[in-house]
């Protein structure tokens, strides 16, 4: 069959639909009080762009591994710090943990594990805390990334501390 010359012809190629492949936000989570405000930009950042939530939670190398899972107690409380930000904005999240590595490794190899547990999970961008354990930092993040080619690393923050305001008598 000949194509018709009415119809102009089209040197492209389609496109590949890469609707199937959610790219989530990642948000590394190490049980310290920047994880509120490194959730709750986590999530606006998701809001914005319609995709969960990666919430990565770093669990230190003496916690045995064979008892923690996404449910397990532990995780839960992490997760359970930052939920109260990330829950009003309905994005969604995927649960994931990472466990320290153990020994005394170089600075930057629990920044590359870290960095290809969120490729395994296509994630774009990692939002990390400025402070943080050794290695796990938005600066070790952001130094393994640029080594590694990995995700584009964002450093939060953490929030301004206010005094709690205690009822007037």
Known sequence: MTRLLSHPHRDR???VARAALVQPVAAVLTDRIDDVALAEAAARMALARRVPLLLIAVMPPHVRRSLL????????????????KVGPHATGYIPEVFHLPTGTGSRLAAAKELLALATRHRAPDVLAARRGPHGL?????????ALRGGPFVH???SAAWAPLQSPAP
Do not use: N
């Open 13 to 15: 190629a389609p496109c």
């Open 69 to 84: 899972g996404p449910a397990s107690p532990s995780v839960r409380a992490v997760l359970g710090r930052v939920m109260p």
């Open 137 to 145: 930092d938005a600066h070790a993040l952001i130094e393994a990334a």
């Open 155 to 157: 450093a939060v923050a």
